[in-house]
């Protein structure tokens, strides 16, 4: 099937995302949207959120996308039940959360779990509603962590300023004693190596990248979705275009890759 898979983020996190869905998924083609102007999600209210969250879909629909990929934590908490409910015998609608908390429960050791992400998606609770509702004995440990995806996106990383701020959130004492630890957001990928180096690698780390794109896949396999060949390229669209933005891309998606400016 040859249509597009839509993809959207508030901005450029779920680059990380994209990128693993073209791994994985190589025949597929996307459209990937970044609401770069209404960026960051983590701080709005859940009107706001449903508002741009509704747009940018109905923008992806009209696109003949045969799926939707919610690539952000924070709109996949506020918006996926809605956006699923509207689409529903329509297209898919696929969220990065549900991915993470089913393999959090195949995996089935886990007793302390800890979460990390944006004011908007620990607020929600969305993430220890699911988790419990699988496994009432799980704990879960959640701060909000609203300096990494700007301590991020402004180039910090694997330097004095992140290993600081790391330190910082990750040393509260409400993450004594994980065994476990969920990336709640989509741009902490591109940290993981130092969380890694902060629990001296003893603590599993979730995040939203291969996890995503293996459920996709099983969607699309059970749904006939899968295309047996790339025949178009890929677009990448911004609700608004700086050279930072521009410059950024890179290290989210790996390659090189152009944004075009688009106003919904
Ligand atoms: N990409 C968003 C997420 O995964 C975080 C950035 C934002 O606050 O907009 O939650």
Known sequence: MERPIG????????????????????????????????LPYGD???????KYSKGISKF??????KTIVIACNTASAVSYEYLRDKYAGNVPIINVIDPIVEAVAENGTHKKIGLIATKATVKSGVYQEKINR??????MAVLPTPLLAPMIEEGFS??????????????????????????????YVLIKDEINDFFNGKVTLYDSTDIVAHKILDVFESENLMSDKKKADNHFYVSDITEGFQESTSRFYGDKIKLEHLKL
């Open 7 to 38: 993809i959207f983020d508030s901005g450029i996190g779920g680059l990380t995302v994209a990128k693993a869905i073209s791994r994985i998924l190589p025949n597929e083609r996307f459209i990937y949207f970044g609401d770069t102007a209404h």
């Open 44 to 50: 709005k209210s859940n009107e706001a959120i449903l």
């Open 60 to 65: 992806l629909i009209a696109n003949n996308c």
């Open 134 to 139: 699988r496994n009432p004995e799980i704990s």
């Open 158 to 187: 694997k330097d004095k300023i992140s290993k600081t701020v790391i330190e910082n959130y990750l040393s509260n004492p409400v993450f004594e004693g994980i065994d476990s630890l969920i990336l709640g957001c989509t741009h």
